[in-house]
């Protein structure tokens, strides 16, 4: 079973750009597709950004594309999302998730495994 740690969250302007860090221990992150989902208050959990279990191919919804890129550092045992850009609607508590998956399969939306507690990213207009 893997750990995920969320960091990197904070208050930022519109406008302005911070960068997630997801730490995994237990086991290594080489094995996991790797996810971003965020949860606004008052609104259910949604998907942000995943990456594959090889770090070839990536997926953004679509009111981040452009403005948000995940990635692994498997070495490090870290993923990462870097956000510019932000706007006050991207304001929420920003989860990491683990898939376990098979090295050719692709990112995923849906049907993570494990998730970490959560790290809050808060934009002021």
């Known amino acids: 079973q893997v750990q995920l740690v969320e960091s990197g969250g904070g208050l930022v302007q519109a406008g302005g750009s911070l960068r997630l860090s997801c730490a995994a221990s237990?086991?290594?992150?080489?094995?996991?597709?790797m996810g971003w989902f965020r949860q606004a208050p008052g609104k259910e959990r949604e998907f942000v950004a995943a990456?594959?279990?090889?770090?070839?191919?990536?997926d953004y919804a679509d009111s981040v594309k452009g403005r948000f890129t995940i990635s692994r550092d498997d070495a490090k045992n870290t993923v990462y999302l870097q956000m510019n850009i932000l706007k006050p609607e991207d304001t929420a508590v920003y989860y990491c998730?683990?898939?376990?998956?098979?090295?050719?399969?692709?990112?995923?939306?849906?049907?993570?495994?494990?998730w970490g507690q959560g790290t809050q990213v808060t934009v002021s207009s």
């Open positions: 998730a683990a898939k376990v998956a098979t090295l050719s399969s692709g990112p995923s939306v849906t049907g993570y495994n494990y």
């Open positions: 990456v594959s279990r090889s770090g070839g191919s990536t």
């Open positions: 237990g086991r290594t992150v080489s094995g996991y597709a």
